[in-house]
C-alpha cells in the first residue's frame, strides 16, 4: 500500500514540474513543446497518477460522496485540465497562454494542498 502511495505522491509532482515546464516552452513558443516525447508523457504520468489515486482510493475505502476534500480535489482537477487546454490548445494569444499556465498552477497548488490537509480549506487548515 505505501508503494501505491509513493507512486501517486511521485506522479503527482512529477506533473507539476512537467506542466510548469511545458508551459514556459509553449509560452516561449520553443519547438520542444511540440516534440512527440513532450506531448506523450504528461499522459502517461498523468494516467499513473490516476490509477495509482483510485486504487488508493478503493484500498482505503475512501468516496468522494464521504469525503469531500476528495470530491475537491476531483472538482479542481478538471478546472487544472481546463486551464491546461487553454494554455496548449486554446492559447492564441500570449495572454490565453499565460492565464493557462498562471491557473493551472494555482488550482495544482490548491490540489497538493487539500491532499497534505485532507480539508477543502487546502492549506489554510492547515495555519
Same mark, same amino acid.
Given at each position: 500500500?505505501?508503494?501505491?502511495?509513493?507512486?501517486?505522491?511521485?506522479?503527482?509532482?512529477?506533473?507539476? !514540474?512537467?506542466?510548469?515546464?511545458? *508551459?514556459? #516552452?509553449? %509560452?516561449?513558443?520553443?519547438?520542444? &513543446? +511540440?516534440? =512527440?516525447?513532450?506531448?506523450?508523457?504528461?499522459?502517461?504520468?498523468?494516467?499513473?497518477?490516476?490509477?495509482?489515486?483510485?486504487?488508493?482510493?478503493?484500498?482505503?475505502?475512501?468516496?468522494?460522496?464521504?469525503?469531500?476534500?476528495?470530491?475537491?480535489?476531483?472538482?479542481?482537477? !478538471?478546472?487544472?485540465?481546463?486551464? *491546461?487546454? #487553454?494554455? %496548449?490548445?486554446?492559447?492564441?494569444? &500570449? +495572454?490565453? =497562454?499565460?492565464?493557462?499556465?498562471?491557473?493551472?498552477?494555482?488550482?495544482?497548488?490548491?490540489?497538493?494542498?487539500?491532499?497534505?490537509?485532507?480539508?477543502?480549506?487546502?492549506?489554510?487548515?492547515?495555519?
Amino acid at each position: 500500500m505505501q508503494f501505491v502511495k509513493e507512486i501517486h505522491i511521485f506522479c503527482a509532482y512529477t506533473t507539476g !514540474l512537467g506542466f510548469l515546464l511545458r *508551459g514556459v #516552452l509553449v %509560452i516561449m513558443q520553443s519547438s520542444l &513543446s +511540440r516534440h =512527440r516525447l513532450t506531448r506523450i508523457l504528461p499522459h502517461v504520468i498523468d494516467t499513473c497518477l490516476l490509477v495509482s489515486g483510485l486504487l488508493m482510493a478503493y484500498l482505503w475505502s475512501i468516496s468522494p460522496f464521504i469525503h469531500m476534500w476528495l470530491s475537491a480535489k476531483i472538482l479542481v482537477l !478538471l478546472v487544472y485540465i481546463g486551464f *491546461g487546454l #487553454l494554455m %496548449i490548445r486554446w492559447g492564441r494569444s &500570449s +495572454r490565453r =497562454r499565460w492565464l493557462g499556465l498562471t491557473g493551472g498552477l494555482v488550482a495544482y497548488s490548491y490540489i497538493v494542498g487539500v491532499a497534505h490537509s485532507k480539508s477543502v480549506l487546502s492549506y489554510f487548515s492547515l495555519i
